[in-house]
């Protein structure tokens, strides 16, 4: 009994010395979260807008949630985990259902089929993503780059459909079930993948490319507000214009780095 007290005590004393930086990470962390579950929500009522809006903002959190961790050096394993399990929520599970709902429930069998395969690949790519983290440190020309597409980029390609459709409705097409299909398989393909895409986590940026870079923001969110949905499409599209121009310069990169290491 006299164990079971000391252990309350101190248990409390660590809930009490527990620092708000480290909570303050969880809390962008759970706004991705919920964002994600009311994705879903919107969903099943069939309001796409908001549905995608939803996704958008969850991916926003998702990103700012490690950069308020490592400005407040707030990290933990706790929130590494916490991280991981609302990814899965909100750019595995909303966007497979989102996909269900708009074109893939009245495909007979198979529909289901694709979305169960995101969230699947979604799952798959997080757990490594984890184990990773206890290995061995990889080689200096991974430095800018991820081992697969990042899950809210898969998301971003998983709504591309919905997307153009907003923009562009007479494109009946996107919405077909050949279209969605394909398009979720190459997704979890991408992600469980080992291909390798851009990362700005180590990139530095000169004074010069700062000016581009803030005309560039302001160029984005002028358009982002006049036209959203083409925006976040066109951006979306670059991207996926980008992986097959990645994996070329991660190639050159290793060349260069083991033609160094064989000197």
Same mark, same amino acid.
């Given at each position: ?13 660590? #809930?009490?010395?527990? @620092?708000?930086?480290?909570?303050? @990470? ?12 009311? *994705? ?52 595995? +599970?909303?966007?497979?259902? #989102? ?31 984890? $184990? ?6 990889? @080689? ?9 597409? @990042? ?41 469980? *993948? ?26 984005? +969110? ?8 083409? $925006? ?16 070329? #310069? ?14």
């Amino acid at each position: 009994m006299e164990n079971l007290n000391n252990k309350i005590q101190i248990s409390k004393q660590k #809930l009490k010395a527990l @620092p708000f930086r480290k909570i303050a @990470p969880n809390i962008v962390t759970m706004l991705a979260l919920c964002s994600g579950v009311t *994705s879903i929500r919107y969903a099943i009522q069939e309001d796409w807008t908001k549905a995608v809006i939803c996704i958008f903002f969850a991916a926003m959190f998702d990103w700012f949630d490690g950069r308020v961790a490592r400005f407040l050096k707030g990290s933990t394993r706790f929130g590494a985990e916490l991280d991981s399990l609302s990814d899965f929520v909100s750019f595995g +599970v909303a966007p497979a259902v #989102l996909l269900y709902q708009w074109s893939l429930f009245d495909l007979p069998k198979y529909g289901w089929f694709f979305c169960l395969l995101m969230a699947i690949g979604m799952s798959m790519r997080l757990a490594r993503f984890n $184990t990773m983290l206890d290995d061995e440190p990889q @080689p200096p020309y991974w430095t800018h780059f991820f081992v697969g597409v @990042p899950a809210p980029a898969a998301a971003a390609l998983a709504l591309m459909p919905l997307l153009i459709s907003f923009d562009k409705p007479e494109l009946t097409i996107v919405r077909s079930h050949a279209f969605c299909g394909t398009l979720l398989c190459v997704v979890s393909f991408l992600m469980v *993948s080992r291909i390798p895409t851009f990362s700005t986590k180590h990139i530095r940026v000169t004074k010069f490319g700062l000016i581009l870079l803030m005309m560039a923001v302001a160029l984005f +969110v002028s358009s982002l507000i006049s036209q959203p949905w083409f $925006t976040l499409g066109f951006v979306t599209f670059l991207y996926a214009l980008s992986i097959p121009y990645g994996v070329i #310069l991660f190639l050159k990169e290793k060349k260069k780095y083991l033609a160094e290491q064989n000197k």
